[in-house]
């Protein structure tokens, strides 16, 4: 079996429904993000992440893991019974890294561990390395735990990848043997069975829209049609934790473990854009907001408990106990772009901001400044006694025992550029606000938009339609964020308000200079009242930054978890996009309970304050997004 090269309209998009959808996306070729902090992510992401998790992938012994299968290593298995994922999320890493820059830096690379994959695979199309080579007596056995789909997702998933960016269909061919063993084992005519862990939903649709095969679709939908109804042994985790204690259709609540809810979300949201069940959009329209309304942390990072990476109740968002998993915003932010993409009840304008703030706070955190360090956990505090939990270490780590979280950064930075712009009704929609090359599509003219600016540190966003033919009436459509008390964009036809939606509407004439002035003066945040853990306590904000204060940039006396927000105080922005904040010290009191605060608030102090993005690349130690604030 040779699998077809995809159509060129299906090159290099992540996501590409074949169903209409409200938003269009755009190929990343198509967007090249140029200059700016998500330009230079890209690049560092190119550059440093992505060749060491080629490093690590050896080191940790995935690449030993395929070749113990086949003799070719005499190493035991290492890691957890899915790492051949961090194979395949590296893999499509490059993938998107090839498209983006056109690099043949991994081709040799990609040439070995794509053969190495295909002498693993069994003639049934089977390949999973720790059954193959631990448990085979497990293969199907324990869907719950051996997480034999999950893995085969991502395997489609960088295979599909691989092909949409390059052309090149040999992992391809391996993906679909593996995804047509599922199909026969799984599918109508085969066993009920779910994964334990979400992820295939996703996959098999993609797989769908790749080759046209409906097959994959439907066992998708089975899949979804299935979960809910008691088919995993849940042992003492319960069935929440799987999202398997109640129908799909039913499940209203975001619910288990954070990451595997919000992967299941995305493949559900695929299967309603591609089949057009109503009854499976109410309930992704309502999982989304009891994730975003009452679950999500300010960062955009989900699963307030350690115990099952978990979402915990409504409001329950303590910072020093957030266990806030990398992948959990990674897995957000692809069920999020595909809401906006089909238009989902929360609005595009809503989708867009929420992917805005999971990339520039919880996302950018999760990495530090050289691209190699990364963290698993996100708190939003750290205290100065806590010690160093599993995946929750007080710095940033090389690589987990569980590295599902490196690799996940590296493919997502590698695609960001797909999530910047859309194209419908006769309109290029700009939803992120990022220096960028785009090209127009066909059906709008010939041309490039280009997009100048330094945001989000700075507010000035210039938008230069570089093209000579523009078809007649097409628009361009800017999203002007909620917080900006300036809302306009300014042309040579004058000023152009935001609209319902959020969004400006400008028409898209050739060699016209379109202006957006964003107001980014510093905020003061507060909580929901019933997030007891923030009662109190304000967060600052600027545009989409989030800040922190950071022990590093405190005097030596004074503690970070003794220092109180003035909150009528100016806050002055500082050169490098820092900021000022005043605070006062709150005196510390022996007793823990029965003293007054009020009594004990000292001296007032100028405190630096920094993008939570950028925390602990100084020196491990202390932090805090929430302070409490002072009594006037």
């Not at 755009?26 to 902090?37: E, F, N, S, T």
């Not at 113990?68 to 190493?75: D, I, L, Q, Y």
């Not at 098999?204 to 998708?220: H, I, N, S």
């Not at 950018?364 to 360090?373: I, L, P, Q, Y």
Request: with cysteine; proline share 6%.
């Amino acid at each position: 079996m040779s699998s077809p090269v995809p159509a060129p309209a299906q090159r290099a998009l992540p996501a590409s429904p074949i169903a209409e959808t409200r938003h269009r996306p755009l190929p990343v070729p198509a967007v090249r993000l140029v200059g700016g902090p998500l330009g230079a992510w890209q690049e560092r992401n190119g550059t440093a992440t992505i060749p060491h998790c080629i490093k690590q992938l050896e080191a940790s012994g995935v690449l030993d893991n395929f070749r113990r299968v086949v003799g070719e290593s005499t190493a035991e298995h290492r890691g957890f019974v899915f790492a051949d994922s961090d194979l395949y999320k590296v893999i499509e890493a490059v993938a998107w890294e090839i498209a983006r820059s056109g690099t043949h830096t991994f081709d040799a690379w990609l040439d070995d561990v794509v053969a190495l994959v295909a002498r693993v695979q069994e003639p049934s199309g089977y390949v999973h390395t720790w059954i193959q080579g631990v448990a085979p007596e497990k293969k199907f056995a324990e869907l719950e735990w051996t997480h034999e789909m999950y893995v085969a997702g991502h395997l489609v998933q960088a295979a599909i990848a691989l092909a949409r960016a390059t052309g090149r269909t040999d992992l391809l061919d391996v993906a679909r043997r593996f995804a047509d063993l599922l199909d026969e084992r799984f599918g109508p005519e085969g066993v009920d069975g779910i994964c334990g862990h979400p992820e295939i939903e996703s996959a098999l649709v993609e797989l769908f829209r790749t080759t046209g095969e409906r097959r994959y679709l439907d066992l998708a939908s089975r899949m979804v049609d299935l979960r809910g109804h008691g088919l995993l042994t849940v042992g003492s985790l319960g069935a929440h934790y799987f999202q398997d204690h109640r129908p799909v259709r039913e499940s209203t609540a975001a619910v288990g473990h954070a990451v595997r809810q919000l992967y299941l979300n995305a493949g559900v949201t695929d299967v309603f854009v591609e089949t057009g069940d109503a009854s499976l959009r109410r309930a992704m329209d309502a999982q989304w907001s009891s994730a975003h309304d009452r679950k999500m942390y300010l960062s955009g990072a989900f699963g307030s408990r350690h115990r099952d990476e978990a979402f915990g109740d409504d409001y329950e968002l303590p910072s020093d106990r957030a266990y806030a998993e990398t992948c959990a915003t990674i897995a957000d932010l692809l069920w999020t772009w595909r809401m906006l993409l089909a238009d989902g009840a929360g609005g595009a304008a809503r989708y867009a901001a929420t992917i805005e703030r999971e990339v520039h706070n919880a996302l950018a955190a999760a990495v530090d400044a050289s691209g190699t360090r990364f963290f698993y956990a996100n708190p939003l505090q750290l205290r100065h006694d806590h010690h160093s939990e599993e995946n929750a270490p007080r710095e940033r780590a090389s690589w987990y025992p569980c590295a599902c979280c490196p690799p996940n950064i590296a493919r997502t930075v590698a695609q960001l550029s797909a999530y910047v712009a859309t194209v419908t009704d006769g309109a290029l929609w700009l939803h992120q606000l990022a220096a960028a090359e785009i090209d127009l599509p066909a059906e709008l003219g010939a041309g490039t938009v280009r997009v100048v600016t330094a945001y989000p540190a700075d507010g000035r966003v210039e938008i230069h339609v570089d093209a000579e033919v523009v078809s007649s009436g097409a628009a361009l459509r800017v999203r002007i964020p909620e917080w900006s008390s300036r809302s306009s964009v300014l042309g040579p036809d004058g000023s152009h308000e935001r609209e319902d939606d959020g969004y400006a509407r400008v028409p898209l004439t050739p060699g016209a200079t379109y202006v957006l002035e964003l107001d980014l003066t510093p905020r003061l945040t507060t909580a929901h009242h019933r997030v007891d853990a923030l009662r109190g306590a304000a967060a600052v904000e600027r545009g989409p930054i989030v800040y922190c204060v950071e022990h590093a940039d405190l005097a030596h006396e004074i503690d970070v978890d003794d220092i109180a927000l003035v909150p009528d105080a100016p806050i002055t922005v500082r050169e490098g996009g820092t900021l000022a904040v005043r605070c006062r010290v709150i005196r510390a009191a022996d007793q823990l309970y029965g003293a007054d605060p009020s009594a004990e608030v000292g001296d007032e102090h100028a405190v630096i304050a920094i993008p939570f993005s950028t925390w602990g690349n100084r020196a491990p130690g202390p932090m805090r997004v929430w302070l409490p604030v002072s009594p006037r």
